[in-house]
């Protein structure tokens, strides 16, 4: 768009606006606060643009036309993605798998992706569907950023919200894709608004415009939509492509292939992103206000039923004492439950942890065996290096899957605890004590006088927050509330040869084999008991910090529901003019928020001019 303030001046306005709207945020609520201060932190890096939408609207076709490829994004009439796949800058073309409970990504051919990221692919047996695959491509656009198609959402299988919603988490922008079939549905409606909660800039494209020569209709009508349903993209931009004929245009002589080229009108949108990439740094800061203001709302709807309660209905009264018993006698009777469930649970989760520990060491004590088998003079000289560099990346690998295994246990836990309903008044409770029971255990450092062949570093826990996730949790049920709004601790650990090992391996080894294979074996050993005996330090924490939390957070919640049921009460014996006063202070407080809404709306209505203006021949009024 053109027009609105020079970038300089947008990055101030925009960057006064976080700092101002959240220290105000700070003072209503603390755990709100840190949690968008980490996302305002989080290193910008080469900007993603997600691309989203409803099934079947041509997204992968799209993905295919921008980088330029034919069918390297899964695409076929009977397939829709499952995962979801991010393109980027590489030398070669390059795939790699994420595959749940895998300790590691999972190489994998290029020309094999349908299979790895499609709902009817053939995996390897016993292999689990992968949630994310990264394909590296020397495509010039992704020179400038990446791409991520994500499963269609709605359609087939609901739970590719959850996926797609995942992706979005840390998107630059979004490419929104529909196509000129038919006008907007009620959920692609639905999922913008959820996904744009978190993202403040929306490309829209809309596909197939060969196949309908209606398109300017259904364009008019799904802007009409917005204006009526989503005012805020009322003016957003929209390019019509047509993803089949820039497919085609690659597959001809060069002489024909410029005017399927202008016909496909990919190129503009091509260049549009590209622009949009180069403002990555203001992006994100209106990324973080876009945050900010979802959290207003939220502040603002908590002002709204205390105001409620200041004229209370008796009924109301009857209600909050029900849920206080309910949760008092759940307390009483099932505390004993509880205990042994998160017992349960982290038992499981350590034992498998430990087997896979188990597993990963035998697999590097069977790599370097063969490898000193066949080891000729400075080969096997370099064998301690190599080994230590194999224990790092083994620490890199271990604390992801530790952190996966937490994530697993808390959300097993909870479940069982509370309800859907219920969690939404404990979580920003149990993060906190995570927080600060995680943070007051003593550091533990490995590799003592006692270890002179390991060196073993054991950092304090770091925290993992998705408050985007449980701000869309009436859109994705209970297990998205969970999973996106608890604060995940993070197993940072450092594994690696000591100083002796280095000197053992010079002294006995030199260039006898069966000294290298002594030596291997011992440092493998030293390495498994070391890591071995951190895991069950770590899952003794995490048992004990998530001990706390729930006790608090359900003496917290009982203590939430008293106040709820005084507060009532003593609106219910204040006299009309006792009321009056407090409803008035109430209001007075909602009316500070609901300004500080007006002033990021402002600021974020300057930002418009981040969104790339529309092709010509789009803008219908």
Request: charged share 25%; aromatic share 4%; proline share 5%.
């Amino acid at each position: 768009m053109s027009g609105g303030p020079s970038p300089a001046a947008l990055g101030g306005l925009l960057s006064g606006a976080v700092d101002t709207c959240l220290g105000f945020v700070r003072g209503l609520d603390p755990d709100a606060a840190v949690e968008i201060d980490a996302l305002r932190r989080r290193e910008v890096t080469r900007p993603s643009i997600v691309v989203v939408g409803e099934t079947k609207r041509g997204k992968s076709s799209l993905v295919n036309a921008l980088i330029g490829v034919t069918d390297l994004s899964p695409v076929d009439a009977a397939v829709a993605t499952s995962a979801y796949l991010e393109f980027a800058h590489g030398p070669r073309p390059a795939a790699r798998a994420f595959v749940p409970g895998r300790e590691d990504p999972v190489p994998v051919p290029v020309d094999r992706l349908r299979d790895w990221g499609t709902v009817l692919g053939r995996l390897p047996d016993g292999t689990r569907p992968p949630r994310r695959i990264e394909v590296d491509h020397p495509a010039p656009l992704l020179q400038y950023l990446s791409l991520v198609d994500t499963p269609g959402t709605g359609g087939l299988d609901p739970a590719h919200t959850e996926i797609a919603l995942a992706a979005v988490e840390r998107a630059a922008a979004l490419l929104f894709v529909v196509d000129a079939s038919t006008p907007f549905t009620r959920p692609e409606m639905d999922f913008l608004i959820e996904a744009s909660k978190r993202v403040n800039v929306v490309v829209f494209a809309l596909t197939k415009v060969d196949a309908y020569p209606g398109w300017r209709t259904i364009l008019a009508d799904n802007q009409a939509q917005l204006q009526a349903h989503a005012p805020r993209f009322a003016a957003a931009g929209w390019f019509p492509v047509s993803a089949r004929l820039a497919e085609l245009a690659l597959t001809v002589p060069p002489e024909a292939a410029t005017e399927l080229v202008g016909e496909s009108r990919v190129a503009p949108l091509q260049h549009a992103l590209v622009e949009l990439a180069g403002k990555g740094h203001l992006l994100a800061q209106a990324n973080v206000l876009r945050t900010i203001r979802s959290e207003l709302v939220r502040l603002d709807l908590a002002a709204g039923q205390r105001i409620a309660a200041c004229d209370p209905d008796p009924s109301e009264v009857a209600r909050a004492r029900e849920e206080r018993a309910a949760v008092a006698a759940r307390k009483r009777t099932e505390s004993r439950q509880w205990s042994l469930a998160l017992n349960t649970e982290t038992q499981r989760a350590r034992v498998e942890a430990t087997g896979r520990l188990r597993t990963a060491i035998g697999g590097l004590q069977e790599h370097f065996l063969t490898r000193i088998e066949a080891a000729r003079g400075e080969t096997l000289k370099n064998l301690p290096g190599e080994v230590d560099q194999a224990l790092h990346a083994l620490s890199l690998r271990f604390s992801h899957d530790l952190e996966f295994r937490f994530r697993k246990v808390a959300e097993r836990t909870l479940a069982q605890v509370f309800g859907p309903q219920e969690l939404q008044f404990v979580l920003q409770r149990i993060n906190g004590t995570l927080r600060h029971a995680l943070a007051t255990r003593p550091r533990r450092e490995g590799g003592g006088a006692d270890n002179m062949m390991i060196a073993l570093s054991a950092g304090g826990m770091a925290f993992m927050a998705g408050r985007g996730a449980a701000a869309g949790a009436s859109a994705l049920g209970a297990g998205a509330l969970v999973g996106g709004g608890l604060l995940i601790p993070v197993a940072g650990l450092g594994l690696g040869l000591a100083a002796g090992a280095f000197i053992l391996y010079r002294r006995r080894v030199a260039s006898d084999r069966q000294q290298a294979r002594v030596w291997l074996r011992e440092v493998l050993g030293e390495a498994r008991a070391a890591l071995a005996d951190e895991v069950v330090q770590r899952f003794t924490d995490l048992q004990y910090a998530l001990t706390l939390a729930l006790d608090d957070a359900i003496e917290r919640r009982l203590a939430q529901l008293d106040a709820h049921i005084a507060e009532i009460d003593k609106a219910l014996a204040q006299d009309k003019a006792s009321r009056a006063k407090r409803r008035a202070a109430l209001q007075s407080r909602r009316d500070t928020i609901r300004a500080r809404v007006k002033q990021v709306d402002e600021v974020l209505s300057r930002a418009r001019t981040l969104s790339p203006a529309p092709t010509s021949g789009t803008a219908t009024r």
